[in-house]
């Protein structure tokens, strides 16, 4: 698992997935979103509505899927994703990702998904639904097939999704392992070796024989720096090569890596983690005056009963907000007022919700015009599903000449 992603290049994808079960709150802004944002200007990134893997929990409720699918989009839109930066789709839209999911199956031991700790933490924590579902068990491969069909590098998630992006990379290498390696494999490489002219290719052919003989690592080094560079390869002979390289042929589907999002450092209203269903969030485009309303009701530290007590700005979740939304002189000022029991909780309360108000400003203003053309949204998704199924097949097409499935 990596955390930190120094200089990668761009075509480097990135992808990830929300589930649409509701509204998205300020927790999902501050833990995932704000991140997803930045990426797309550093990567090629692809995001998208994780509509069957909502209907794993929500079976029971396709409403709320149905209702929330194109208001998450906008949800995304207002916090600055970019139809012109990054592809933005629809999971049910591409079959393609229920038959990688089924073609994965076939040789995925059942204890790998049993063993995800997500599997009975959540059967646990969501005792109100059914979940030993098959659906339930399978759902960290769907999210595998969703992963590998992109061939994507890099994964942001929470820490809680770790695990699924270990799966998957299980997944990836088991599948290479099994059906790596593709029939006219020497042809292909013989053909990239002469696009990288004579000379190259000699030189290549020398270092591979060093490090396959005497497991040289200067020799391997230069070559995947070569390799990495050199303008006649497209990425996917470029790993052909790689794989020629270390002699295990070439990797069909490409392991990921998860890029771990620090846990939003937003809390909810009652300073436990921000969740729709603990009744404690405050969404994106929720109105002023109930965000205004919601705050003076924080609870604060319980010792300050009166307004004359003074208080512990670590023992309250208002002060945690200060710590996103204020600045150092408000912080300054919330320490000191109190724990002198200078200020009042409704004074320090405030600059929180002028905080709040001022973020979501800008989130309000492009939300707008689509909320008035809902239209506009739906264009936005049929396009960035496009982009996506075309990759997609292209994986699938690979996948299947693997296994042998192009009769
Ligand atoms: N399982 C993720 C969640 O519950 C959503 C998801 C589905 C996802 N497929 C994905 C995330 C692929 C990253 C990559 O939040
Ligand atoms: Fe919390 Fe601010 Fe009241 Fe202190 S003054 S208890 S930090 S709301």
């Known amino acids: 698992m990596t955390t930190a992603n120094p200089l990668t290049p761009r075509q480097e994808r990135v992808l990830s997935g929300m589930r649409p079960t509701g509204a998205l709150h300020l927790g999902h802004y501050h833990g995932a979103l704000k991140n997803w944002v930045r990426l797309q200007d550093q990567h090629e990134c692809y995001y998208f509505v994780a509509d069957w893997h909502a209907l794993t929990t929500h079976y029971e409720s396709r409403e709320v899927i149905e209702k929330n699918v194109f208001e998450m989009v906008i949800d995304w839109l207002a916090a600055g994703l970019d139809p012109e930066k990054c592809t933005m789709f629809l999971q049910s839209r591409l ?7 089924t073609l994965l199956a076939m040789g995925t031991p059942i204890g790998w998904l049993e ?50 992006v270990e799966l998957t990379r299980e997944a990836a290498r088991r599948f290479n392992h099994l059906y790596g390696r593709e029939p006219d494999f020497d042809d292909r490489v013989a053909a990239n070796l002469a696009a990288l002219g004579k000379d190259s290719a000699k030189r290549l052919e020398k270092s591979r024989k060093a490090f396959q003989e005497t497991g040289d690592q200067k020799a391997f080094e230069g070559a995947m720096g070569f390799l990495a560079t050199a303008p006649a390869l497209q990425p996917r002979d470029r790993e052909r090569l790689e794989g020629w390289f270390r002699g295990t042929g070439k990797a069909v589907l490409v392991e990921p890596q998860a890029l771990l999002t620090e ?43 009166k307004r004359t007590d003074p208080g512990d700005p ?4 208002v002060w945690q907000f200060h710590q996103v939304y204020s600045d150092a002189a408000t912080k300054a ?16 309360k405030q600059p929180v919700i002028d905080g709040i108000l001022r973020e979501q400003q800008p989130m309000l203003a492009r939300a707008e015009p ?14 960035g599903t496009d982009r996506a199924r075309s990759t997609a097949r292209e994986t699938m097409r690979e996948v299947r000449d693997a296994m042998g499935l192009n009769y």
């Open 333 to 348: 000022w919330v320490q000191q007022g109190c724990r002198s029991a200078g200020i009042g909780c409704l004074d320090c």
């Open 370 to 383: 689509y909320i008035a053309q809902p239209k506009v949204v739906r264009d936005i998704v049929d396009a």
């Open 263 to 305: 846990a939003s450092k937003l809390p909810g209203l009652d300073g436990a983690k921000m969740s729709k269903s603990y009744g404690n969030a405050i969404a994106i485009r929720e109105d002023a005056a109930s965000i205004t309303q919601k705050v003076k009701r924080m609870p604060t530290d319980p010792a300050r009963v």
């Open 314 to 317: 670590d023992k309250c979740p």
């Open 95 to 101: 079959p393609e990702h229920a038959e990688l999911f």
């Open 115 to 164: 063993r995800v700790p997500t599997y009975k933490d959540q059967q646990e924590k969501l005792k109100d639904k059914d979940l030993s579902t098959y659906g339930f068990l399978g759902y960290p491969l769907l999210q595998a097939a969703d992963i590998l069909i992109y061939r994507a590098k890099w994964v942001p998630v929470g820490e809680d999704q770790a695990s699924h």
